[in-house]
């Protein structure tokens, strides 16, 4: 589906129509799409109770879906619209994404009246790590350092 004239309203409106379709099959009721140069390159919807994946968020599996189709890990240029705000994975796979921008209906308090830990989560994030509720461990082995400088001697690396 190509055309320049499809708006704002409309992508978000897929959005949510697949967040509201994924209730019904079973999934949580998230749902994304995204958009580049005016056509959908990729959509998805939460399937983290179905398919037992706590990464499979509707988001993730836009950015996945469109990386696929795009034949590229970067997504610059695009736009994200997610029925929902971002939470902080969603948030943190568009930055590694580099999509431009995120369009999103409801909002982090919305999906906490819903009984979804976003707002938790960003207020976690925001707090020192050792008053995280998962225990945060630094270990110095001898070749702690030697995956990155493997990966800086690489010359043909591939930079993300």
């Not at 704002?8 to 697949?18: M, N």
Request: aromatic share 8%; proline share 5%; glycine share 8%.
């Amino acid at each position: 589906m190509h055309s320049d004239h499809l708006t704002d309203e409309h992508w978000l409106t897929l959005a949510v129509d697949l967040a509201i379709a994924n209730v019904a099959d079973g999934g949580g009721p998230f749902g994304a799409a995204v958009v580049a140069d005016g056509a959908l390159v990729g959509s998805g919807v939460n399937r983290v109770t179905p398919d037992l994946d706590p990464t499979a968020h509707a988001e993730v599996m836009a950015i996945r879906a469109a990386c696929w189709s795009q034949g590229d890990f970067s997504l610059a240029g695009a736009t994200l619209y997610a029925s929902c705000e971002p939470c902080p994975l969603c948030l943190t796979a568009s930055l590694w994404s580099r999509l431009d921008r995120i369009v999103y209906a409801a909002d982090r308090y919305d999906a906490a009246a819903a009984g979804f830990d976003d707002l938790r989560f960003y207020e976690l994030l925001s707090v020192h790590g050792d008053e995280l509720p998962v225990r945060l461990d630094r270990l110095e082995v001898a070749e702690s350092g030697a995956p990155f400088v493997a990966w800086s001697e690489k010359p043909d690396r591939v930079s993300y």
